[in-house]
């Protein structure tokens, strides 16, 4: 009996040394990521990426772990990652995901995901990460840390395509157009938008609505602010209306813009 009490102690004491060695990056890279995380509408790409920039200044294992909703895989699924808005910014309460991004971090034949979109407390055991994601089917890729996004293939119904089971570097047009910053920029200034408009978002104003339009869509902000174009629901007509806060928070990404270009370019 004592031996066997010694391995649970000494089992004990090699977790919490595991743990805590994750602890540790986990909280190290949240600091950088802290004025992106908290806006999940989407670019979870985006800020991995660049977290698995950070992480190469490190002499640790770690990989991306990717997981695909039906929608992004079958042509007649409409199923998608449904959660919880945290912010309870967009228009019904909930998130949605088509796919979904984290990092994978090994040490001692244990791996922990970091993934501040789901819980920005701790690093979780997949089999946490997966039931807080809660999707009943799903796909999942492991790939390289350098993999930054994913090709589809043309679609009939799904405007975003198909994934194929290809992945693509950061490189070439996707470089050389800023697509990592413009991604960090757009969750940051969201996040700003959010801090500043609270009232309005949070209270029952003519602009609750409209505001939530705007900001609890990433498509939606992005299309206004990141593009300057239209689309179905950013109208002429409501762009027109809103311009003074769409000039006011464009002037905002643009700053934000240049502030996550000059980070970039410190870990490339």
């Not at 040490?107 to 979780?124: A, C, Q, R």
Request: proline share 3%; net charge negative.
């Amino acid at each position: 009996m004592i031996y066997n009490d010694m391995i649970f102690v000494e089992n004990k004491i090699i977790n919490s040394d595991r743990i805590e060695y994750a602890q540790i990056y986990f909280e190290e890279l949240k600091t950088y990521l802290n004025s992106i995380y908290k806006y999940p509408q989407g670019n979870c790409h985006n800020l991995v990426h660049f977290g698995s920039m950070v992480l190469n200044q490190y002499n640790i294992s770690y990989k991306k772990i990717w997981i695909f909703a039906p929608s992004r895989i079958h042509e007649k699924s409409k199923q998608s990652i449904q959660l919880p808005d945290p912010n309870g910014i967009s228009l019904n309460g909930e998130l949605s995901w088509g796919y979904h991004v984290a990092l994978l971090v090994n040490y001692v034949n244990v791996s922990y995901i970091f993934d501040y979109f789901i819980d920005d407390t701790k690093p979780l055991y997949l089999n946490e990460w997966l039931q807080k994601i809660n999707l009943t089917n799903f796909h999942l890729e492991f790939t390289s840390p350098s993999q930054y996004l994913f090709h589809v293939n043309p679609s009939k119904t799904k405007k975003n395509g198909l994934f194929n089971g290809d992945f693509f570097l950061y490189e070439g047009l996707c470089r050389d157009a800023d697509w990592i910053p413009k991604g960090l920029a757009i969750n940051e200034t969201a996040i700003e938008f959010y801090k500043n408009e609270i009232y309005n978002l949070e209270s029952t104003t003519p602009l609750c609505k409209e505001y939530k339009l705007l900001v609890g869509s990433v498509n939606n902000f992005e299309c206004v602010l990141r593009d300057k174009a239209f689309n179905k629901k950013m109208t002429i007509d409501f762009q027109e209306k809103h311009e003074d806060v769409i000039i006011k928070y464009h002037l905002i990404y643009e700053q934000n813009l240049e502030k996550w270009i000059d980070e970039l370019s410190r870990f490339s």
